[in-house]
């Protein structure tokens, strides 16, 4: 399975310099398109995670931007006129709750009792990269699986998001990618 952005250094869109309608409290809410491709056929379900090993030094832990599980690949938009099979449109996490129900997202670090965040707008979405000292990379990791993940409920932790994905006993591929957020 292939990952793809149509960028390698995240847009202001999606990140630190978003317009104030990207934000909810100042925290960047709209999550960027991205694309699959060679995604095997036994791929039904996708689970990803977006996060910053950088920030490590920043705050003491790895920052949680994204995570997303149990979202059905027949509710999502292919495109077999361009060159990516499947996408994901922008701002996908604040509209797939009423887009896919049954799709469930985790918790990012907003919800940190080291940040205090209690809002969910904001906790459990898409949380685009601010990074305050240099800029970061970022690591964007899809897997693939052929069911839905059973035991991860709305607001999981990305803990038991990697748990279930290495029980998983049915097929399970993966695809990432790593891309930069400006400082």
Request: hydrophobic content about 35%; overall charge negative.
């Amino acid at each position: 399975m292939n990952i793809s952005t149509d960028f390698t250094i995240i847009p202001d869109n999606y990140s630190k310099a978003a317009p104030e309608q990207n934000k909810i409290n100042g925290v960047p809410v709209v999550s960027f398109p991205f694309y699959i491709d060679n995604m095997p056929s036994f791929v039904h379900y996708l689970h990803w995670r977006l996060v910053d090993d950088d920030a490590i030094p920043v705050c003491g832990f790895e920052w949680i931007h994204w995570t997303a599980s149990n979202v059905p690949v027949d509710a999502l938009m292919f495109d077999f006129n361009d060159s990516h099979a499947l996408q994901i449109p922008e701002d996908f996490s604040r509209k797939m709750p009423s887009m896919i129900p049954e799709a469930v997202q985790g918790r990012n670090s907003q919800a940190s009792r080291f940040v205090g965040c209690e809002d969910p707008a904001i906790t459990m979405r898409y949380n685009g990269p601010q990074p305050p000292d240099k800029d970061h990379e970022y690591m964007f990791e899809v897997f693939g699986t052929e069911q839905p993940l059973p035991n991860l409920k709305q607001g999981f932790y990305m803990n038991e998001l990697l748990r279930e994905i290495r029980n998983c006993t049915h097929g399970v591929d993966a695809g990432g990618m790593f891309f930069t957020g400006r400082a």
